[in-house]
């Protein structure tokens, strides 16, 4: 896997458009300019601990005496998990958490940045790319940036995108993401198998 396609597997997981709603519910009732700070307060937040588990991941999986296939195959269904409830859509979103801030309150870390942004499929799949191949680290944290760039973009143009397509339109996309990434979780669980199989049979 190269950084264009992590990237986007990345952006896929972060699921930006899937999290306008939670984001203008969050902050439904901070004014626009502090919207923004917060926004970029929570996603510098994500990003750090995603970035940490870019390189604690490999360590807590020897800790636990989890083998790389074991660890590509569960980040597999999780990641079909995710991708079905944002193809069949959920009210309490594809974490099933919900919201469960007050309207007139400003999160802090919780909802927005874990489990909304970083949440454990994006925590389970860079685990996945950090595992199959620690030493492309500086590539992973290339990919990490771009899609953390891409989705914050995202977030900030969050009431734009809303009243320009509508919710219908932000919910086709968030759909449509769900849809890929179903197809990228089949093919990990594929892999994963595969690799299994191979292990026994030698």
């Known amino acids: 896997m190269d950084i264009a396609s992590a990237a986007i597997l990345l952006i896929l997981v972060l699921d930006p458009f899937g999290n306008i709603g939670l984001v203008l519910s969050a902050l439904a009732r901070v004014s626009e300019p502090r919207r923004h700070r917060v926004i970029l307060r929570e996603c510098a937040i994500a990003y750090v601990v995603l ?3 870019l ?3 490999r360590p807590l999986l020897e800790l636990m005496r989890l083998s790389e296939t074991a660890i590509g195959l569960a980040g597999g269904v999780i990641l079909f998990i995710i991708a079905l409830r944002m ?3 959920h009210p309490e979103g594809p974490m ?3 919201n469960t801030e007050a ?5 802090y870390i919780v909802p927005l ?3 909304a942004i970083a949440g454990p499929s994006a925590m389970a799949t860079v685990i996945v ?4 191949e620690p030493q492309r680290w500086p590539e992973w944290m290339v990919a990490i940036t771009l899609a953390f760039l891409v989705s914050t973009t ?3 143009l969050a009431a734009r995108i809303s009243k320009f397509i509508g919710d219908r339109g932000v919910n086709a996309l968030g759909r449509l993401m769900g849809l890929i990434l179903t197809a990228i979780a089949v093919e990990m669980l594929l892999s994963g198998i595969t690799t299994y199989v191979r292990s026994i049979q030698s």
């Open 129 to 132: 790319l950090s595992s199959r």
């Open 96 to 98: 099933g958490d919900g």
């Open 87 to 89: 193809v069949f859509q």
């Open 103 to 107: 309207a007139g309150s400003e999160p």
């Open 55 to 57: 390189f604690i991941g």
């Open 51 to 53: 970035i940490a588990f």
């Open 154 to 156: 995202v977030l900030l």
């Open 113 to 115: 940045a874990i489990p």
